[in-house]
């Protein structure tokens, strides 16, 4: 049988922190419009440097995951780990223009007509890059992280099964469905047109929603790396 996937993780990590830190942005906001422009409504502020130190542990843990492939009950799964592992790091490469925001290098003049904020990053120059991507995860976070998990939830998925390494566990459920509900407002506001809400107006909520993807992504990483730990170790003892 495979490992109880809630068991795993701490309930803290899985459960509270996603729910607890979304509520972070209305709060700023009752606190003043400046101290929220200041703190979450900036480039470069705090909810990027969030981003890529949830995503340092994901990509700990899908290098892990990968070394320990052949466990797995099907080799196309590590092909999967790495593809999910890339993800990792190219959105905290991007999200640290891959060094330039720690380093504080100049743009090459070659490449700044190419990307529109002049920065070394890939997701200012192509929607390829950049929306696309987005969008492809966006649907993988509803498919794989709420959908899936919840109607396979009354299945015993052994440890031979595809479906337990493949689909996100249910752990994953809380931080995808805020993932997906925390642009919510933005979506509204397409739908009504030019009317916004007092405590809605000028919010950057793309930015939190990348947090929570990548939040998501080191859910399930994490997670991913444990069981097969876990399948390791129980193999071990035989």
């Known amino acids: ?4 996937t809630r068991s795993v993780l701490p309930e803290w990590m899985w459960l509270w922190v996603p729910c607890l830190l979304v509520l972070t942005l209305p709060a700023a906001r009752l606190i003043g419009r400046d101290f929220h422009e200041r703190w979450f409504n900036v480039k470069e502020g705090p909810i990027e440097w969030l981003t890529v130190a949830v995503l340092l542990p994901a990509i700990w843990a899908g290098i892990r995951a990968w070394q320990r492939r052949s466990l797995l009950p099907r080799p196309w799964l590590g092909a999967c780990v790495l593809v999910w592992t890339a993800a990792a790091i190219y959105v905290a490469g991007e999200e640290l223009s891959w060094g330039q925001t720690l380093f504080g290098w100049q743009t090459p003049e070659s490449f700044r007509p190419l990307n529109q904020q002049s920065e070394t990053n890939l997701h200012n120059l192509s929607s390829w890059l950049n929306e696309k991507p987005r969008t492809a995860f966006e649907l993988w976070v509803l ?4 959908i899936m998990p919840l109607r396979l939830r ?3 998925l052994g440890v031979d099964d595809w479906r337990a390494w493949f689909w996100p566990p249910m752990l994953c459920v809380p931080t995808a469905l805020v993932a997906l509900l925390v642009r919510l407002p933005d979506r509204i506001e397409k739908l009504a047109g030019d009317f916004t809400h007092p405590m809605l107006a000028d919010m ?4 939190p929603q990348e947090f929570y993807f990548a939040y998501f992504l080191m859910i399930f990483l994490l997670s991913f790396e444990a069981r097969l730990r876990a399948v390791e170790e129980a193999s071990a003892g035989r």
């Open 204 to 207: 950057r909520l793309s930015e």
């Open 1 to 4: 049988m495979a490992p109880n």
């Open 143 to 146: 498919i794989g992280g709420l």
């Open 154 to 156: 009354k299945h015993a």
